[in-house]
């Protein structure tokens, strides 16, 4: 069974920073890229960002282009999302994301976590 | 990065058919047969109900399907049913390893 595992959200000031982790299991972490996506309360979901199996390529949303770094560690199954400079507009709830089928992004996620929630005060 | 446009709600009674569209551009949705639609209820996280336009996963009831023409892709549900009632999400492959979502649909069950 596919399972992925988010944690530290949080609340942050404004301009503060904040690592998100997801670990995941029932599958070969490896073997796939992986994306984060978020949804602001009441809203739509919005990509965020994604990265190739290998960890070596690296997508970003213009949104959060320069302040988001996305990175995983294949040995611990764990997908990271470090968020710097946040602003009132990052507040949403966080999800990883298995992407389908293959080891760069080209596929939609088939298979979600529950979300971590980040709330930005002002 | 431009969000995919949805309806922002659609209804129906039970036994019926509705259609949720999800319009795009000649770059996303048009581009490619790459669109996936989430079914989410509300506090749960997105389900993938229908993948690379048409595919249904295992265990999503024939029920659901997915079409393109164009620039835009369409989700179909017939025979209605309450436990449809939920939020729908399209998302589209962009290009250069990046995705779309769509804005969103609210489908209530009348």
């Known amino acids: 069974e596919v399972q992925l595992l988010e944690s530290g959200g949080g609340l942050v000031q404004r301009g503060g920073s904040l690592r998100l982790s997801c670990v995941v299991s029932?599958?070969?972490?490896?073997?796939?890229?992986m994306t984060w996506v978020r949804q602001a309360p009441g809203k739509g979901l919005e990509w965020v960002s994604a990265?190739?199996?290998?960890?070596?390529?690296?997508y970003y949303a213009n949104s959060v282009k320069g302040r988001f770094i996305i990175s995983r560690d294949n040995s611990k199954d764990t997908l990271y999302l470090q968020m710097n400079s946040l602003r009132a507009e990052d507040t949403a709830l966080y999800y990883c994301?298995?992407?389908?089928?293959?080891?760069?992004?080209?596929?939609?996620?088939?298979?979600w976590g529950q979300g971590t929630l980040v709330t930005v005060s002002s | 990065q431009s969000a995919l446009t949805q309806p922002a709600s659609v209804s129906g009674s039970p036994g019926q058919s509705i259609t949720i569209s999800c319009t795009g551009a000649?770059?996303?949705?048009?581009?490619?047969?790459?669109v996936s639609w989430y079914q989410q209820y509300p506090g749960k996280a997105p389900k993938l109900i229908i993948f690379?336009?048409?595919q249904r996963p295992s265990g999503v009831s024939d029920r659901f399907s997915g079409s393109k023409s164009g620039n835009t892709a369409s989700l179909t549900i017939s025979g209605l049913q309450a436990e449809d009632e939920a939020d729908y999400h399209c998302?589209?492959?962009?290009?250069?390893?990046?995705?779309?979502f769509g804005t969103g649909t609210k489908v209530t069950v009348l």
């Open positions: 994301a298995k992407d389908g089928k293959y080891s760069d992004p080209t596929i939609p996620p088939d298979y």
């Open positions: 000649n770059s996303d949705v048009g581009a490619y047969n790459l």
């Open positions: 029932g599958f070969t972490f490896r073997h796939y890229a």
């Open positions: 998302c589209s492959y962009a290009g250069s390893s990046t995705y779309v």
């Open positions: 990265i190739s199996g290998g960890g070596g390529s690296t």
């Open positions: 690379e336009g048409s």
